[in-house]
């Protein structure tokens, strides 16, 4: 069954902390994304990456850097996390072109920063 | 203004009755639209593309209207494990493929 996976489910972290968000891929899709999720504000993208080493800022990449070393993974990193990072963040990958597939997501990593 | 727009809901709705969703897109230049399903507490799956002739996967059709930047989503003879929210998510691929989500509608399907 292929998947995205995230390397937690769950994380409490304190406020200056760095934090890294992992997520693996196995469907070898060039293209990656980032989202976070908050109530009344939906999906919005912070940054996505369609290829090995490429990235690109999505629409509120203030706060995060992204690292793509390997076709499969990309992290996403908080430098110093805030408590306005916590949130619900969701991994997701598609091929390019979209066309009928969409984009497959990850479980979602609920961050809390105390 | 956002770049795509649905009425958040609630819409709550008897088993068996037809409910439908609309949502508006902002960007003229986008490209590829889709229905997401999201479950509580689980992430976004998509439930089906919708093109430009309307689509239909059994109970479910979509459509699309690109003069009026408008799509819809109809469901028909409602069961109550299609008590979700559904977003609708529209894609530029001028813009990297990234896909930009409405903010979703909560649909309850009752006895």
């Known amino acids: 069954d292929v998947k995205v996976t995230q390397s937690s489910r769950y994380l409490v972290k304190r406020t200056g902390e760095k934090v890294f968000l992992e997520c693996v891929q196995d469907m070898d899709h060039e293209n990656m994304f980032w989202y976070r999720q908050d109530p009344g504000l939906g999906l919005r993208l912070i940054y996505f990456s369609y290829d090995v080493k490429m990235k690109e800022k999505g629409d509120i990449p203030e706060g995060y850097s992204v690292s793509r070393e390997k076709k499969e993974r990309f992290s996403l990193i908080l430098e110093s996390a805030s408590t306005n990072q916590t949130s619900m963040y969701l991994c997701?990958?598609?091929?390019?072109?979209?066309?009928?597939?969409?984009?497959?997501f990850g479980p979602g990593t609920r961050l809390t920063v105390l | 203004r956002k770049e795509v727009e649905q009425d958040p809901g609630p819409f709550n709705v008897p088993e068996g009755a037809t409910v439908a969703f609309n949502c508006t897109y902002s960007n003229s230049a986008s490209q590829s639209f889709f229905w997401y399903r999201q479950d509580c507490r689980k992430e976004p799956k998509l439930l089906m593309s919708v093109y430009s002739s309307g689509n239909e996967d059994g109970r479910f059709t979509a459509q699309l209207n690109r003069a009026s930047q408008y799509i819809s989503l109809l469901i028909r003879d409602s069961k109550l494990s299609d008590s979700a929210t559904y977003l609708c998510?529209?894609?530029?691929?001028?813009?990297?493929?990234?896909?930009?989500f409405g903010t979703g509608t909560q649909l309850k399907v009752e006895l």
């Open positions: 997701a990958s598609s091929l390019p072109g979209q066309g009928a597939s969409g984009a497959r």
């Open positions: 998510v529209v894609a530029f691929t001028g813009g990297g493929n990234k896909l930009t």
